[in-house]
DNA sequence: CAGTGGTCTAGACCACACT
DNA sequence: GTGTGGTCTAGACCACTGC
């Protein structure tokens, strides 16, 4: 049966008198697990944290061996989508309890030392709703005139304001989020996102600019004005490529740079 | 045979008295069988382009099963060290002829368009021979006062001047580069370096901070002094981690910005 | 067609964690 | 000990490339 549709999964186009793809789109069955696992991933029937069934009983329920459970495993690990820990599980990753913490922060203080300054101070400007600009709506995927949500915070290292960002989340999927729960959450804002909303970010891009810092800016964080600044503007996606946060972020890169490892 | 050492390998204190290691440095065969492609690699026993043996060639000559050929092959794919053809074989990867041209250059036109632009024009502004100061030694795991070469350059992309970097090479393993070999080549400077040289870059770290154009960077890429530029600081990886290289570039990001992907 | 990498299976055994 | 993921093998067949 290698390499064909197992008994358990229902081919696309399986019956013979179905119209002809141009493109056969074969996938291979570890890919076509993959894809179940991942709905499974994104109903939340495994909440982040927890384990998933072992490749044993996952291959038993899809009718496949083992070995193509485990590759379909494997993908989703490589996209830190899942964390496999021997002779324990497999478990859905989470910005929580993550040893790495703070996976998407790639600012480093230049002592090298990845924490030595431990967590940083978050201090909640502002958060307010409103309604979509059609540049955060193209951001987001929404339409413009859509409810978000706009949070300013200030990120501080060691007393010192060292980030301010400005984050837009789509109102629906973040409905009641407060000033209070931005600041009040021990731990990084992505796991507050999974625990409070279900809303499990899963990666992300990044646009990196040098910029001067205006007048509120400079305010806000304790430079002159016309310090150079780090530009960064972030969307973040969940499952399915679905866009769930812009965030517009300074950053002061004076005791702080930016690391990124090119391979 | 299973996870103990092959036949075909002397596998570290494999004799019954041997000394007692503390941590027995277990390592799966699929590694060590990574690491003897890797020392070929490093040999220069197939150049960057060439295809290496086939899995069941290189099977044959570890006596150990394809699965285990392939994992390791897998390992070292992920790694970007070798590239994997369907029907054709698995090839050493290089920086030539590669179809992800300047994998290192994460700066994108805003346009999007990741290279309507065409390639880069280059300019040598500065290409000697001089001794490795403390920082730039340090950087290149020399000694101070060594022979290293410098190279000051500038990139332009439609004419706009964009990049002023310095390159600092070890004059060891670059001796004979010359300003006319830096302008002179098409296609990207690493694969210059792998072609002329035999130095293969396989990875690199960044440090990314904004800065303020000093009046010589602000006359060299034709903006008024002040202007917020990204200072970019690489160093980048031959194999076994050696530094190779040291570059200190600064971006104008007024029509271009570093994009980098989060995951 | 033969040769290559890619997929799938079934079974064995190892390393690790918990109980 | 039991159950988990991790490694290794052997063999079969599929998909792609080029002769």
Redesign the pocket.
């Known amino acids: 049966?290698?390499?064909?549709s197992?008994s358990a999964l229902s081919d696309i186009a399986s019956s013979a008198d179905a119209p002809v793809q141009p493109t056969p789109a074969?996938s291979?069955?570890?890919?076509?697990i993959k894809g179940l696992i991942l709905q499974s991933l994104q109903a939340g029937e495994w909440k982040p944290g927890e384990?998933?069934p072992?490749?044993?009983?996952l291959a038993a329920r899809y009718r496949?061996?083992?070995?193509?459970v485990?590759?379909a495993?494997d993908d989703l690990a490589a996209e830190n989508l899942v964390v496999?820990?021997?002779?324990?599980?497999?478990f859905v990753a989470t910005h929580s309890e993550q040893h790495v913490q703070y996976r998407f922060l790639k600012l480093m203080p230049d002592s090298g030392d990845q924490d030595s300054e431990g967590p940083a101070q978050r201090q909640i400007v502002d958060c307010k709703r409103l309604r979509a600009s059609a540049e955060v709506a193209r951001a987001l995927a929404l339409r413009s005139g859509d409810a978000v949500l706009q949070v300013r915070r200030i990120l501080s290292f060691g007393g010192v304001p060292t980030i301010l960002e400005d984050l837009w989340l789509p109102g629906a999927a973040f409905k009641g989020l407060s000033a209070e729960q931005m600041a009040g959450y021990q731990g990084p804002t992505y796991a507050m996102f999974e625990v409070e909303f279900g809303v499990r970010m899963v990666r992300a891009e990044e646009k990196i600019r040098a910029i001067a810092a205006d007048a509120q800016q400079a305010q806000l964080l304790q430079v002159p004005p016309g310090t150079p600044l780090l530009s960064v503007e972030r969307v973040a996606y969940t499952y399915n490529d679905i866009p769930m946060e812009l965030r517009r972020g300074v950053y002061r890169t004076d005791t702080h740079h930016y690391r990124n490892a090119l391979s």
């Open positions: 049966m290698a390499h064909t197992p074969f291979p069955l570890y890919q076509q384990a998933i072992s490749e044993m009983d496949v061996s083992q070995g193509t485990r590759k495993i496999r820990r021997q002779g324990k599980g497999t």
